[in-house]
């Protein structure tokens, strides 16, 4: 196995360092698998810290730790693609995809290793068995999250999956090929198919630097997450629309059968704002969820690159 190991990093010139250190001791434990020493690809996604001078030098005192350097922040999705494009021209045979900040234990490679080796799986990839050491709230609404995406999408994701995988070369080939600009990889890695192995691990908690995730970051991803992998949102607002349309046929009728038996005594205000508020209400629900997919639409035909690259080594 030749392994290539991607890493997206913006900010972790804390993490670093430790990374370092803990895949190098690693590394020992992997030889047994590797018919080449171990590469990686550093992906500096637009920090504003020393990350990128950590790794200049990182590569000038080994060739293998290579980095590629954005020219902006492009968001963790594009450091994946980066990586990977760049991992697959190192010729790796094997594509490990890691955290920088050590959430995802670089020991479990070597289970990875174990399990992926003349196996049938193209993929063993982590989960997190607990969400122990994170706000309830979030877990909630992680949870909950994972629930509808598997009720309304075909493509079923785990709940606790982290992106902390090793994968098979033509499994890399086959996500670097998909050309989405839009790219949610949890999905992506699910889509293409191939037999995934899961490998359950506790929970660890970030030790140095900190997250670039707020709570309203992780809802937008979910929201993204939710576009990119399921249009049952638009089949809900036309069934939605179908149900309203039935009723107030039949409403009509009713009214129109009460004027010509009871006459047509001037009542029922209250009752009519209440109609009227709530149809506005669902029009522009409906609207806005249209709105959402042709946001998506829109970023896709304008075909702009995932990431430009700024240096790389
Ligand atoms: N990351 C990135 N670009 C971003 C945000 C995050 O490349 O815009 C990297 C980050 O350096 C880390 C990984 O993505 O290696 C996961 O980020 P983080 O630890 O902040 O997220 P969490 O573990 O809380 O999901
Ligand atoms: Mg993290």
Redesign the pocket.
Known sequence: MHIAVV??????ED?IPHFVNRMTSVERDLTPWLTEPVSYVL?????TDG?LACMRELNKRNDRWHYISFSR????E???LAGMRMALELGSTHVAV????L?DPPELLVQMCERIDGSEFDAVAAYRKTREGEPPIRSWFAHRFYDFINKVSETTMRDGA??FRLMTRRMVEEICALPEVGRFSKGLFMWVGFKTDWLGYDNVE?EF?????NFLG?VHYAIDGILAFSIWPLEAISVIGVALSALSLFFLLFIFIRALLFGDPVAGWPSLICVVTLLGGVEILGIGTIGLYLSKVYSEVKKRPNYIVDEQR
């Open positions: 890493v997206p990093c913006h900010n972790e993490s992906v500096n996604d637009g920090s990350t922040n492009f968001g963790k594009a450091g994946l890691m955290d920088a900040d959430q982290r992106d970030r630097g900190t997250t670039s995730w992780l």
